[in-house]
């Protein structure tokens, strides 16, 4: 018997520190206007010391679980998305599993930075489809902020990258009308992975010589990210445009059916050019990078919760989303909210 999901809850957490483009100004040698102009972002929520990727994860956890009317113990898998895990092993979502005070639930992470929470809301929906699982935990939670070289070296992509997380519960449900009923109506994900170099961290690693990890890694830099800035972005608009009529055509909708776009937000700039190539009318896409930065496995959740607070995801939309990233991997989803 096959089954059909639903997102039933929807969470978002972010650190309480904001640090505006003004705040790392001296920092990385930069400035509010130059930032804004080719990226979009004014501000980013970055953690304290004491604060780790599963700790955000939590309280985004708990809001979608309560939003989806359940409680902690009905969650029967938890799909964590992270490329800033809290230590190299076990998986952060062990440790999600244990701060949420459930015991012999799957857990197990992906590692598709900003592709991330898609790959898992897909995964997700297939084992509820399966008939394995009913209560699905689905999380991306990111904290970038202590793995970026804040010296002017590193401006070009240090200034891009926020903390938070968000999170959704993927659950069973019976559909009777599908041009009404809430549910997860397709997901489509891709990789090439001859582009791996382009946007990376090259450390540590087993890839890098004798030992995973030296001080001449380390004063090489090659633990802090690279980005070929323009070899992403015309990729970025590429590969999410291609994606996105893909899913709209398996489910034989239009661009103009969607009631409202969740793109990953990685550049202002991308978005735009990905809306132009489509003839996306701007009122239908809801952005968030202005606020947080690039978060991310968390950006496409932490959005989704942004824009029902704000009434601008309701109930019976139609919603499309799609990300790029690090891979690259690319991925898009269409659903029923």
Not at 85 to 114: M, N, S, Y
Request: hydrophobic letters at 40%; charged letters at 20%; one cysteine or more.
């Amino acid at each position: 018997m096959s089954y059909n999901s639903r997102i039933t809850g929807v969470g978002s957490y972010v650190p309480p520190q904001i640090y505006k483009n003004s705040d790392i100004e001296e920092m990385m040698d930069t400035s509010n206007e130059w930032i804004i102009q080719r990226t979009g972002i004014e501000q980013r929520h970055w953690v304290d010391e004491n604060t780790s990727t599963s700790d955000l994860a939590l309280e985004a956890s708990k809001i979608a679980i309560k939003d989806a009317g359940l409680e902690a113990s009905d969650i029967d898998m938890i799909v964590f998305a992270t490329l800033s895990p809290d230590h190299d092993f076990p998986g952060t979502g062990c440790f999600l599993q244990a701060k949420l005070g459930i015991e012999d639930v799957t857990a197990f992470d992906i590692r598709q930075q900003c592709t991330g929470f898609l790959y898992g809301l897909s995964m997700a929906d297939k084992f509820v489809q399966s008939g394995s699982h009913k209560n699905v935990l689905v999380v991306g939670a990111e904290v970038h902020s202590k793995g970026l070289d804040k010296t002017p070296n590193g401006r070009a992509v240090s200034v891009l990258f926020g903390d938070g997380a968000g999170a959704v519960v993927v659950s069973r449900t019976e559909v009777k009308d599908k041009t009404k009923d809430p549910h997860i109506m397709t997901t489509n994900l891709h990789a090439d992975g001859s582009y791996a170099k382009e946007l990376w961290v090259a450390a540590p690693g087993s890839a890098v010589g004798p030992d995973r990890m030296s001080h001449a890694l380390v004063d090489e830099g090659l633990h802090f990210p690279f980005m070929n800035g323009k070899t992403v972005f015309v990729h970025a608009v590429k590969r999410m445009a291609e994606t996105l009529m893909l899913s709209c055509k398996e489910m034989g909708v239009g661009i103009e059916d969607v009631d409202l776009f969740l793109f990953h937000q990685a550049n202002l700039r991308i978005n735009s050019k990905v809306a132009e190539v489509l003839k996306i009318p701007e009122d239908k896409i809801f952005n968030t990078i202005q606020k947080y930065g690039n978060t991310t496995a968390a950006t496409i959740p932490l959005g989704m919760h942004d824009a029902i607070k704000a009434n601008k995801l309701k109930k019976g939309m139609l919603v499309a989303s799609a990300a790029f990233g690090s891979g690259f991997t690319w991925a898009s989803g269409l659903w029923r909210y």
